[in-house]
DNA sequence: TGCCAGGCCCTCTTTAGGGCCTT
């Protein structure tokens, strides 16, 4: 096992970026988690990080050993996810949540710690949905995309977990520096940026101009 | 045997269907 960090209390301003490595879509069909990455970004700036690779107790796919780089050797002495998920679990308390396409991310989070029965105290937003509203000029949504439109900065690693965490982190951060340059928001609140991803996509423009300050 | 994710969002919509996005 890798992890990089357990850390102490949170802030309340404190916002977690993870990102999963998975076996598969869907936890209700038997996918388990295989990697965590995550960032904890404090007033903006990262101070901690969360990297654990963990054994689901079976073979992955050669779809998932080519899709994420992770293989079955890599797995095989890796800790249980029960192990991973406990010490993320008091990674995350205290902080708030956010994922690129967090739908996705939270159902294996929660998946993950009802086995363990343990559980989380934060909210969960979503890259995805605030970037559909505040890029609708973009062609794509994708992170790796996304990346690559914002001129993000990046090591070119791709779908594995703190990587993946790290640039989600940084158009996090583009995203609340818009909202500061483009619409005149000083300092947005997460709470304002779970109701953006949640406001239609054609009355997003009349919303912000709601919350100018 | 056949099926096989699920939430969001758009449109030729709402008694539906299909694309996007995540692994």
Redesign the pocket.
């Known amino acids: 096992m890798s992890v990089i960090s357990v850390n102490k209390t949170a802030p309340a301003n404190t916002v977690v970026v993870l990102?999963?490595?998975?076996?598969?879509?869907?936890p209700?069909?038997g996918d388990r988690a295989?990697?965590i990455g995550a960032v904890k970004l404090e007033n903006g700036v990262v101070v901690d990080r969360f990297q654990g690779l963990m054994n689901p107790g079976f073979r992955v796919s050669s779809?998932?050993e080519n899709?994420?780089g992770i293989s079955n050797r890599m797995l095989v002495d890796a800790a249980s996810c029960n192990v991973v998920m406990g010490e993320f679990a008091d990674f995350i308390q205290g902080c708030n949540l956010v994922a690129?396409?967090a739908?996705?991310?939270k159902?294996f989070l929660d998946g993950e710690l009802e086995l363990i029965q343990r559980s989380y105290d934060g909210d969960f937003a979503?890259s995805?949905?605030v970037s559909?509203?505040l890029t609708q000029e973009?062609s794509?949504?994708?992170?790796?995309?996304?990346v690559a439109y914002h001129q993000i900065e990046n090591e070119g690693i791709f779908?594995r977990?703190l990587a993946?965490a790290e640039v989600t982190a940084s158009l996090w951060l583009v995203q609340l520096e818009a909202l500061e340059r483009d619409h005149g928001i000083i300092n947005p609140s997460f709470d304002l940026m779970m109701k953006i991803?949640?406001t239609?996509?054609?009355s997003v423009v009349n919303f912000l101009k709601k919350h100018v300050q």
């Open positions: 990102d999963f490595e998975t076996t598969g879509l869907s209700n069909q295989i990697e779809f998932i899709y994420t690129h396409n739908s996705f991310d159902r979503c995805l949905l559909r509203r973009a794509s949504h994708k992170l790796g995309d996304l779908h977990a993946d991803g949640k239609p996509k054609g």
